[in-house]
């Protein structure tokens, strides 16, 4: 190849740009499924002021599909640029809804067809940078050696820097498939699924879909050392190539360089895979709750504003509250993002513990998709058909490998009278290991909705009436929080459900522990 031919590079340019967009526009034909929402929020960066700003352009991807045999969702965090995540996201439906899946399919055929899609997009994507990779190679060895500089060593070194930004990047994927009304979750990467629903005790039950692949996992460190890798120094080295994931789609570099790369150089095969985790099939039969799936960004913003302990709990009492709040999904999924986003924020303005950690967040994607779950109307507040339960949170994280049990209130539309009851779990069916999704049997009937009280039946209650009883419910919990608190001293962390109850009524932790709580009057008022 001779640089002088100007028309050749831009050419070849030309080419993989249309080779990367030509499977964009059929997805435009599938139709979008209507049982779920999606919020998001770009990546901030805080100035001392407190004033956020974008630091790059939005990298997070999802799809949210549906077909005459089943549903299909993803959520994407891309790196180094969108470009993979968008591939990611668009190839991914073309290997699976063009017929590859049907409903004769046994959950081995599925595992199978899930790991092959996985196989075949990261080689697609590989093939659409052959190219520019080989451009690259040509170029460098084009570049006289020295430090001499001439016009053309100058127009080389600009090129060889646009492709470096073409054929760098990639993501990490999850993807949640529906068939013959079983749950498959499929896996590469950071981001996490939750599965919440409500068991046959009454008890609405969350549980973790498998675990991140990062060093402090121990079975990613376990199949690192397999190839010839030392855990320890994988453990404290943490992130590889600027990244936390020890599983990811595209990053040529990690994956065909990883020799050059010192913690990785001793392994036997290539160590950064883009082979899922798949979890599944686990039957939906009599479910009643939501799906979860989360980018790795709200997972993070979340974790630098109150610690990592109690992640899952907080997501599911807010993702539960906006259910009942909200009139569509998209607000639902959208406000816990922007809650997210304030807590965030207001834990670095607030100078605090956690402050140091807020400097910023990256992108925020969060997938809700409810299962035989009713969605409220927007007037439906707790006093109007509306409870308040316990939920059972089982969680683990890295920094330790044993669970516990969270006790929550979170805010569910009334179907009937549901007990306490125990915590219990069970294995997702099928022969990948993975973590305990209990079974459960539907509480309330769906698609219905309870009458009205008798109490509220009248015009009166239904709108100062109903804000006042919302109001009063909002501050008895605010006083059970309150008392909480004060009896456990001043020093005493707050839990994910004050945190939540103080977030719903707008008041600071001081306040609450001093029993200053705002008058109902002044919230009446219409």
Avoid at 99 to 112: F, Y
Avoid at 179 to 205: E, F, H, M, P, W
Wanted: proline letters at 4%.
């Amino acid at each position: 190849m001779r640089w002088s031919s100007d028309a050749l590079p831009l050419k070849m340019a030309a080419q993989r740009s249309s080779l990367m967009q030509s499977h964009q526009s059929w997805t435009d034909a599938l139709p979008l499924c209507q049982l779920c929402g999606v919020g998001s929020a770009p990546n901030c960066v805080y100035s001392p002021d407190g004033k956020g700003t974008q630091s790059h352009p939005n990298e997070d991807g999802h799809f949210r599909f549906s077909t005459e045999c089943c549903f299909l969702y993803g959520v994407f965090n891309g790196f180094d640029g969108s470009r993979v995540a968008s591939f990611v996201s668009q190839r991914l439906t073309a290997e699976l809804l063009l017929g590859q899946l049907s409903t004769g399919h046994t959950d081995a055929d599925v595992r199978r067809i899930l790991s092959q899609a996985f196989d075949v997009v990261e080689k697609s994507y590989f093939e659409t940078i052959d190219d520019a990779l080989a451009e690259k190679a040509s170029l460098q060895t084009q570049l006289p050696e020295g430090v001499y500089l001439s016009a053309q060593t100058q127009k080389i070194t600009e090129r060889l820097k646009a492709l470096e930004q073409e054929v760098s990047g990639g993501a990490t994927a999850l993807v949640a498939l529906i068939l013959n009304n079983k749950l498959y979750i499929a896996n590469v990467g950071t981001n996490r699924a939750l599965l919440c629903k409500t068991t046959s005790d009454g008890q609405n039950q969350v549980i973790q879909i498998g675990r991140a692949h990062t060093t402090d996992n121990d079975d990613e460190l376990s199949r690192l050392a397999q190839l010839g890798l030392d855990p320890v120094r994988l453990r404290q080295t943490g992130l590889i190539s600027g990244q936390s994931s020890t599983r990811r789609i595209g990053d040529y570099k990690v994956k065909f360089s990883y020799t050059d790369i010192d913690v990785l150089s001793a392994a036997k095969q290539k160590p950064i895979i883009s082979e899922p985790e798949i979890h599944g099939g686990q039957s939906l039969e009599g479910v009643t709750g939501f799906l979860l799936l989360m980018s790795e960004g709200l997972i993070k913003a979340l974790e630098s504003a109150h610690g990592p302990e109690q992640v899952n709990q907080e997501i599911v009492a807010m993702v539960a509250a906006e259910l009942v709040q909200q009139s569509s999904l998209e607000a639902a999924a959208q406000s816990v993002v922007e809650r997210v986003k304030r807590l965030h924020h207001d834990s670095y303005v607030s100078g605090r513990q956690r402050a140091p950690h807020c400097a910023k967040h990256e992108d925020m994607t969060l997938l809700i998709r409810v299962i035989n779950y009713a969605l409220a109307d927007g007037s439906l507040t707790p006093t109007q058909g509306g409870r308040i339960y316990p939920v059972s949170v089982p969680y683990s994280n890295h920094q330790s490998t044993s669970k516990t049990s969270v006790m929550l209130s979170l805010v569910m539309p009334a179907q009937g009278t549901l007990t306490n009851g125990s915590n219990t779990a069970s294995t997702l069916e099928g022969d990948t290991p993975t973590a305990g999704v209990p079974q459960r049997r539907c509480s309330r009937p769906t698609h219905t909705r309870r009458a009205p009280a008798p109490a509220l039946e009248t015009a009166a209650c239904s709108g100062r009436e109903a804000v006042r009883r919302r109001n009063r419910t909002r501050r008895e919990e605010c006083l059970h929080t309150s008392t909480s608190l004060s009896s456990t001293g001043s020093g005493a962390p707050t839990t994910a459900r004050a945190r939540v109850c103080l977030e719903i009524w707008g008041r600071s932790e001081d306040q609450v522990k001093h029993n200053i709580i705002p008058s109902v009057s002044r919230q009446q008022s219409p």
